[in-house]
């Protein structure tokens, strides 16, 4: 577990300025390009991005952004989070992530889902009561695509496709892509049955209350024989000096943006108190580099997963402290995370032997 993956995540929250003015999408947009850069530098192992089509989120097209981000580095894994393959064309989606690919000499990487909001459907003419059926053909068409060859394919959603080529290819031949989940047994078995890696969603309650979810993944691999793949978490967090301090700082943003999303679906109003209690109990990775890191390093070996990727951008929280989270996540978190790893593996192989 000491060669686990840890990254980043955002989706392009709308930030606030130093008058606390919304800054412009463009602006936002730029600045997520500065923050991946700064990942890179820093040794951080991906930058994700997830797609969104909101007011309170920049990000519609990670792929574009990837690209420009693939052009300004030179070994962060680039990767989407997730894009909502529902309502897009996979074939489309093959070619953008193939580009990037070559832009970035081998290191796209796709994590597909169905995303945690509905705006896409009547946004690109799609029906929500066809939720299940575009979500189930697409992955399947896109899961023969991965595999570079002519491709012969026939669903309902689409005319039919008979040894169709499809360009360009990628660089590095094969493309990673995870299948992204919230915590469906059904969408569980159905990444396995892909022979496709899992990426977790968990955005609340205790990480461990997902390990039958993965047990169920590679229950399911074996099953069906299937080669062993990686599974990933993905868990929204902020970092700073101190414990208080990252708390307070994440706090108005959370309670911004997560509760605007709550008022949307008719949850209760959010609480200081729930939002304590996910930081200390929960899925919110907050605090210093060190509370954060021992965290991630309990969530890795309690799960056993082989990716981590902290979101770490929250509501409107500014760039400037996205920025010094970022960097002590990469220059302290990071370190220290594989430094525990290490040192449980090789308390255990001592307890074995």
Known sequence: MSDVQLGLDTFGDV???????????????????????????VGVDAITLGEHHRDDFAISAPETVLAGIATKTSRIILSSGVTVLSSDDPIRVFQRFATIDALSEGRAEVIVGRGSFTESFPLFGHKLEDYQVLFEEKLNLFAELLKESPVTWQGSIRPPLENQEVYPK??????????????????????????????????????????????????????????SQPVGVHSPGHIAQTD??????????????????????????????????????????????????????????????????????????????????????????????????????????????
Not at 32 to 37: G, H, I, M, P
Not at 257 to 280: D, M, Q
Request: proline share 6%; no cysteine; charged share 20%.
């Open 15 to 41: 930030t606030h300025g130093a008058l606390g003015q919304p800054l412009s999408y463009a602006e936002v947009i730029r600045n997520v390009v500065a923050q991946a850069v700064l990942a890179d530098d």
């Open 170 to 227: 990628s660089h590095s031949g094969s493309i990673r892509t995870w299948v992204g989940v919230g915590g469906s047994p059904e969408s569980v078995v159905r990444a396995a049955g892909y022979g496709l890696p899992l990426m977790l969603a968990i955005i609340g309650g205790q990480p461990d209350r997902f390990l039958p979810y993965v047990d169920l993944y590679h229950r399911a691999l074996d099953q069906l024989d299937k080669p």
């Open 244 to 353: 208080e301090q990252a708390i307070e700082e994440m706090w108005p943003h959370y309670e911004a943006g997560f509760g605007r999303i709550g008022r949307e679906r008719g949850w209760a109003p959010l609480t200081k108190e729930h939002y304590l209690n996910e930081v200390h109990n929960g899925a919110l990775f907050v605090g210093s580099p060190e509370t954060v890191a021992r965290k991630i390093a309990h969530t890795v070996s309690a799960l056993g997963v082989q990716r981590f990727d902290l979101k770490y951008s929250t509501g409107p929280m500014d760039h400037g402290m996205l920025m010094d989270s970022i960097d002590m996540y990469g220059t302290q978190v990071i370190p220290m995370v594989h430094d525990m790893l290490a040192s449980s593996v090789l308390a255990g192989t001592a307890s074995v032997a």
